[in-house]
């Protein structure tokens, strides 16, 4: 079996790397990859952009499954494309990626499946949306573009002035352009996020084991929002019978409104969730495998990646017989370029791969890296995702950072406290016990 994956990040590294391991595998492609896909596949020069050249390279090389990252191609209808050209790709059509694409889509649909996420308006006239602010009591807000907005579109508020201003600015200033010419206005909800992914093919849903990121730049959850600067998995605080009420509450309700809606859903469903004092609510949808989520939650599956993504790409979800994950839990670690997430510079050589790589049970994956003759150098904000496996949280976490302990360049940073609030009762807010795979 040939394989294409479409991507450049550490998540499109982690897909490369758990596809390439299948026996049914015969070449894993990456376009337009990293350095690190350059080792575990063959890079294809095209960007995830271009769906015309990804499809004829598709066509040309006879690809039997197109697996793809990243969210935008998703919502430009890359997997119509490739249906309409008679290819195998494993995605969400254009309308159904409306559930990233969206934000106001996804509210609608989740108030019309009653799933559980916070109060919401939509406003597309800056007057509307500050007449109906002024109107509430004061109180943190959250304000949200409705398009994508590369992962910036979404503005936590203390106040109902603040609000009013980052309403302002997306109606009145154009912010974020297109992407903020309607916008949501939301409550804020408190508690603690985790992400729950589901492999889904229209009616069939495969959860996968449970992660959970640490979206903030700094130690203690401070400092800027970022893509994720690292990840952990499984999630202990994600108990069997919450779980179980997330799959009845959550994913089985939007999976059928979305075949109600006629656009089912097929593909990965990755629910943001804060855990609240009511239980799950739903932050949002993405259409996609988490990153850097997808780098521990596939060091420990133990399925045949290219089998189950296949069938789900062939609407035969159904006659998996579940899937199969190493209870050992597994830790994420970004290492990321000076001034991330603001400017960074590029091109810096990476030193101490090769170290980090021969520790046992330690996977290096890249995510903003680049082959510059003999040397690897960095070329994007976040660097390298390094993933270990261990006994426990902390004995992966512990080696995890040591193989970080073996890399450097210029301006090298990473968070030290990956992973600790797994362990940490109280900011846990629940016992860290009974967490399931
Ligand atoms: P989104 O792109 O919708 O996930 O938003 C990005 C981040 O903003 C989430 O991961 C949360 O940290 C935060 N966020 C989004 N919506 C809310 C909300 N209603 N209450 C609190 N935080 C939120
Ligand atoms: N880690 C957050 C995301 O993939 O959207």
Redesign the pocket.
Known sequence: MKILVVGNGGREHALVWKLAQSPQVETVYCAPGNAGTAIDGINVPIPASEIGPLRTFATDNRIDLTVVGPEAPLVSGIVDEFHDAGLRIFGPSQQAARLEGS?AFAKDIMRQAGVPT?DYRVFRRAEDAEAWIDSLDEGPL?V?ADGLAA?K??I?CDSRAAARQAAADMLRSGRFGEAGREIVV?????GQ?VSILAIVDRETIVPLATSQDH?RAHDGDRGP?TGGMGAYSPAPIVTESLMDEIVRRILVPTVHEMRVQGCPFSGVLYA?L?LTQQGPQV??YNVRFGDPEAQPVLMRLKSDLAQVLSLAADGRLAELEGLDWDPRPAVCVVMASEGYPGDYCKGHVIEGLDKAASRPLTKVFHAGTTERGADIVTSGGRVLGVTAMGDSIPDAKTAALQAVGDITWDGCWNRTDIADRATDPVSAGRPASSGRG
Do not use: D, S
């Open positions: 934000k916070a959250v949200k992962g579109g979404v936590v939301e409550e804020r909800l408190q996020e979206k929002n943001g804060m932050l949002e």
